[in-house]
């Protein structure tokens, strides 16, 4: 049988250090005016606003600010965004920061370019059309959403997060630069480095993963599982911040293709409902998830295995995925990120809200293993410790 696929990656990447200071030269003859969409302090404080800010001034392209974007950002948020772009006739979206902020301009970028507020554009395929040029420059190594076709935003009168999907919303330029990241705190370099593995590990055994996803996945998975400790504990390890840089924008291209799974799906619910960190949860339900997921993934949990470096004697395939199982933990607690969901602001009592949302996220619609609505509650219950 032929596996038929489609891949679609029309985002230029630039990657290497430095960058972020030239990032005039690179989106000259996209417009004349930018909208800066950053987080509200990190960005201004290392001088990275400004050093972007002054690249654009070179190639005489104006420039205006937009540091609202909150972690977790919400449609207000946006729609506030998008209002100020619109005033000022921008027609160019430079998104800087972690995935907050990058996702924000997308949704900004959404808005110039159509008519509506940010809550219509949310779900599959719901923008109409192109939207003027974006670029996306990350400052953490984490999410990959400077290649994704996904807006991650949070209603806060629902408390529900929900994601806009749709190829329009790829950014057009990736300026992907580990200096930038290296002020991550380990803290930070933990959560949003677990957030980049849980991508790649959910494409790799998505149901919609293919031939070209598994390979971007599989690096993706070595290079995190090779270089996420050494950046958590030591910052300035250049090549172990390239590294991770690296595997969150791979893990970034494989989720665009082949979505994730279990661990994004109820991320995503207890993110909303508990307005907790997104990769320290993801990173939480991980090996939970895997465990559920083993005797649909056999095969492709015993490479993980390889791929993160274990030297599998494994008298059976089960073994050996079970392996990677463990390895992911033991990766989790090495960098210090909570084994069980009760170590979070989150309680147990709302298992079956956060279950009723869960089942209906397109993330866990995507996972190998089905999962009842009790599946979800069991998975939240064992999760949570
Ligand atoms: P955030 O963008 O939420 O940033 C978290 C915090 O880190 C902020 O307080 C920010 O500061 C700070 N920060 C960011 N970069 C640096 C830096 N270099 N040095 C010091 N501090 C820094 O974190 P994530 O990147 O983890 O993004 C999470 C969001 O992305 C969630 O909403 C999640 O749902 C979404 N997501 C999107 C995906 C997609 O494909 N679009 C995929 C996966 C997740 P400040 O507030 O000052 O900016
Ligand atoms: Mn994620």
Not at 44 to 49: A, R, Y
Not at 176 to 183: E, F, G, L, N, R
Not at 225 to 254: F, I, P, Q
Request: glycine fraction near 8%.
């Amino acid at each position: 049988m032929i596996h038929s696929f489609e891949y679609f990656m029309p985002t230029r990447i630039l990657f290497g250090e430095v960058k972020a200071a030239e990032v005039g030269k690179v989106v000259t003859n996209l417009g004349r005016k930018a909208i800066l969409v950053t987080g509200k302090t990190a960005m201004k404080q290392l001088g990275i606003t400004d050093q972007v800010t002054d690249s654009l001034k070179k190639e005489k392209i104006e420039s205006i600010a937009f540091d609202q974007v909150e972690p977790n950002p919400t449609i207000e948020t946006v729609n506030q965004g998008s209002k100020l772009a619109r005033k000022e006739n921008c027609d160019l979206v430079i998104g800087l920061g972690g995935g907050s902020a990058l996702d924000a301009a997308k949704a900004i970028a959404v808005m110039i370019s159509h008519e509506g507020n940010a809550k219509d554009f949310l779900g599959s395929n719901n923008v109409p059309g192109p939207i003027v040029p974006l670029v996306a420059i990350p400052s953490t190594s984490g999410t990959g959403s400077e290649v994704t076709r996904y807006a991650v935003l949070t209603d806060k009168s629902t408390k529900r997060k929900q994601a806009m999907r749709s190829q329009f919303i790829i950014p057009r330029i990736a300026v992907v630069d580990p200096q930038i990241m290296k002020s991550q705190s380990s803290y930070l370099t933990s959560c949003t480095g677990i957030d980049a593995l849980t991508h790649a590990i959910e494409a790799y055994v998505s149901p919609k993963a293919n031939s070209l996803s598994d390979l971007i996945a599989a690096k993706a998975i070595s290079l995190a599982a090779r270089y996420l400790r050494r950046a958590v504990w030591n910052g300035d390890d250049t090549e172990a911040r390239g590294g991770m840089a690296l595997a969150s924008t791979l893990a970034g291209m494989a989720i665009c293709q082949a979505g994730t799974g279990a661990a994004h799906g109820l991320g995503m619910s207890i993110g909303g409902i508990f307005n907790a960190d997104h990769g320290t949860t993801v990173g939480i339900l991980l090996p939970y998830v895997m465990e559920f997921n083993l005797a649909t993934s056999l095969d492709k949990y015993a490479y993980i295995a390889f791929l993160m470096g274990q030297k599998t004697t494994s008298p059976t395939t089960r073994e050996a995925a079970l392996e990677a199982v463990r390895t992911v933990r033991d990766l989790i607690q090495d960098i210090d990120i909570p084994l069980t969901l009760g170590q979070l602001k989150v309680r147990i009592e709302l298992a079956p809200e956060v279950a009723e949302d869960a089942k209906e996220q397109g993330a866990t619609k995507n996972n190998p293993r089905k999962l009842t609505p009790q599946d979800i509650k069991e998975l939240y219950q064992r999760a949570y410790g």
